[in-house]
C-alpha cells in the first residue's frame, strides 16, 4: 500500500514539475513584452478563480479566513519580490539557468531555518550548504572577459532568497491558518502588491496574448493541484528530489522555444547544487 501511494506521488510531483515549467515559459513569453511587475500581477489575477472555485463549490469559504494577518502580509511582499525577480530572472536568462540557481533553495531554506526556526544542522549538513552555494557560485561566475554576474542571474538570486523566507513562513503560517487561506492571500496580495508596481509601466493587453493568459491561471492551478497531491500521498523526502527535473524540462523548453542550450558552468553548477540538496534530503529521511 505504501509502496503503490509512494507511486503515485512521485508521478504526481514529475506531472506538477513539467507542468509548473510549461507556466514558467509563458510567463517568459509575456515578459517580452511586458514588465515583470505586470506579468506577476497577470499570474494572481489569473489564477485567483481556479483558487476560488474549488472553495466555493466544496462550500469552505469560512476556511480563507486569514488568522496570523501580519505574516500573510509579510508573505505577500515576499511573493511579490521573488515572482517579480524571478521572471525578471528569465527574462534575461535562460529556464535552464534560472532553475539551476533555483535549486539551491532547500540549501537556503535549511540554512535560515536555524536562526529564524531553531533547528538544528549538523556539520554534515552546513558543508552540504555550503558546497551547494558554492555550485550557485560556479553558474554565475566571471564569464570570459571579465564579465561579472549577469543582471539575470542576481535576479534569480534575488527571487530564491525571497522563495526560501516565503517557505519559512509557511511553516510558521501552518501552525495556525489553513491551506485554502495560504494559497488564496498568497494570490491575491500577490495580484495587489504586483498591480500596485506595475501601474507605472503598465502596457495595454493584447489580445493575442489572452491564450497565455488563461494558459498560466490553468497551469497555476493545476501545478499547484498536482504538487499538493504529491506532499499528500507521500513523504517529503520521497517526492523531493523529483523536483529537480525541473532543469530538464528547462533545457527541453529552452531548446524547443528559443533554440539556446545552458552553459557547461551552468550544468557543472547545477550537478553539485542538486548533488548537496539530494544529500540533505536523504539526511532529512534518515532522521527520526
Request: glycine share 10%.
Amino acid at each position: 500500500m505504501h509502496t503503490t501511494e509512494n507511486l503515485r506521488g512521485i508521478v504526481a510531483m514529475l506531472l506538477a514539475v513539467a507542468i509548473f515549467s510549461l507556466m514558467d515559459a509563458q510567463l517568459k513569453l509575456l515578459a517580452g513584452h511586458y514588465g515583470p511587475m505586470q506579468v506577476a500581477f497577470l499570474r494572481g489575477v489569473a489564477s485567483l478563480p481556479f483558487v476560488l472555485l474549488p472553495v466555493v463549490v466544496r462550500g469552505r469559504m469560512a476556511r480563507l479566513r486569514p488568522v496570523n494577518v501580519k505574516l500573510h502580509l509579510l508573505r505577500g511582499g515576499l511573493s511579490v519580490l521573488m515572482l517579480g525577480s524571478f521572471i525578471y530572472a528569465v527574462r534575461e536568462s535562460s529556464l535552464a539557468t534560472t532553475y539551476s540557481i533555483f535549486m539551491c533553495a532547500p540549501l537556503v531554506v535549511a540554512a535560515i531555518s536555524v536562526p529564524l526556526l531553531r533547528e538544528k544542522v549538523s556539520r554534515a549538513q552546513w558543508v552540504a550548504i555550503a558546497i551547494g552555494l558554492g555550485g550557485v557560485m560556479v553558474m554565475i561566475a566571471p564569464r570570459g572577459g571579465g564579465e561579472w554576474v549577469s543582471v539575470g542571474a542576481l535576479a534569480a538570486v534575488v527571487a530564491v532568497a525571497a522563495y526560501s523566507l516565503a517557505a519559512v513562513s509557511i511553516r510558521i503560517l501552518s501552525r495556525t491558518d489553513t491551506g485554502e487561506s495560504m494559497v488564496f492571500w498568497f494570490s491575491a496580495l500577490l495580484s495587489v502588491g504586483a498591480g500596485l508596481l506595475a501601474i507605472p509601466k503598465w502596457v495595454p493587453l493584447l489580445a493575442a496574448h489572452w491564450p497565455l493568459f488563461a494558459g498560466i491561471g490553468l497551469t497555476g492551478a493545476m501545478g499547484q493541484h498536482f504538487i499538493t497531491e504529491a506532499f499528500r500521498r507521500a513523504p517529503a523526502s520521497v517526492v523531493a528530489p523529483f523536483e529537480y527535473t525541473a532543469l530538464l524540462w528547462g533545457v527541453v523548453l529552452d531548446l524547443v522555444i528559443w533554440g539556446v542550450l545552458p552553459r557547461s558552468t551552468t550544468l557543472m553548477g547545477s550537478v553539485v547544487v542538486i548533488g548537496a540538496g539530494l544529500y540533505l534530503i536523504s539526511r532529512e529521511r534518515r532522521s527520526p
